[in-house]
């Protein structure tokens, strides 16, 4: 079986910087996704990390260590834009999602 | 936009009416996927095809869910007899797999049809 774990609601100010973590128990482990989803909208990639360590994409980044089944979504300088919900996800011909992090940008 | 498209994007229902839904993949995917949503949870994976072979199908999905993908393009979800619990957002996601491919399968989701069993 699969289980995915992160935060139901996370707030950060404009401006700053913030972590969701994700930790994950799977039966078998290919890579690990997170994506953003605006309310009412579909989700939209963000990124994908087969590997460990840290993989740097604009002001997001996103970490890996697949021996403690633990990930983790760095977003800096945050924008009103970036109120969302953020879904960790692992597989890869098959995804399975977690329940997603709505983060709430405070000006 | 994400070139995947899915109508209708609203359907209305009676409990026990048949509904179905359509997705249009980018054209150039090998992969569709369908997902099921509810308000504050994550998708909830339902079936995935590879061109028009069906390859998996949860076995959260009952017997009443019956997906197609005759042509390898376009794809159908019909649920028959809906019920209440059917209520939620299907997406419908499409991704290119590189035959050996090691690359992430990146899926680009549809902006989803919302259905309401009343």
């Known amino acids: 079986g699969q289980n995915i774990d992160q935060p139901t609601e996370m707030t950060a100010t404009e401006g700053a910087i913030v972590q969701i973590n994700c930790t994950y128990q799977?039966?078998?482990?290919?890579?690990l996704f997170w994506y953003q989803q605006h309310a009412g909208e579909a989700p939209t990639f963000l990124s994908y990390?087969?590997?460990?360590g840290l993989e740097e994409k604009g002001r997001f980044s996103s970490f890996l260590s697949r021996s403690k089944g633990y990930s983790y979504l760095l977003l800096k300088e945050l924008q009103m834009k970036d109120s969302a919900s953020y879904l960790c996800?692992?597989?890869?011909?098959?995804?399975?999602f977690g329940k997603g992090t709505r983060l709430h940008i405070l000006p | 936009d994400t070139g995947v498209s899915q109508n209708p994007r609203h359907k209305i229902t009676k409990r026990g009416q048949n509904v179905t839904f359509r997705c249009d993949p980018i054209?150039?995917?090998?992969?569709l996927y369908w997902y099921r949503q509810t308000l504050g949870q994550g998708p909830e994976f339902l079936t995935y095809?590879?061109?028009?072979?069906?390859?998996?199908k949860s076995r959260l999905l009952s017997d009443r869910f019956s997906a197609e993908r005759p042509k390898g393009s376009f794809s159908t979800l019909e649920i028959q007899r809906t019920e209440q619990g059917d209520s939620a957002m299907y997406l419908c996601?499409?991704?290119?797999?590189?035959?050996?491919?090691?690359?992430?399968?990146?899926?680009?989701f549809g902006p989803g049809t919302r259905l309401t069993v009343l």
């Open positions: 054209s150039e995917h090998n992969r």
């Open positions: 996601a499409s991704s290119l797999r590189a035959s050996g491919g090691v690359l992430g399968n990146e899926q680009f």
């Open positions: 095809f590879q061109n028009e072979a069906q390859l998996e």
């Open positions: 990390n087969v590997l460990d």
């Open positions: 996800a692992v597989g890869d011909d098959k995804i399975i």
């Open positions: 799977t039966s078998g482990f290919n890579g």
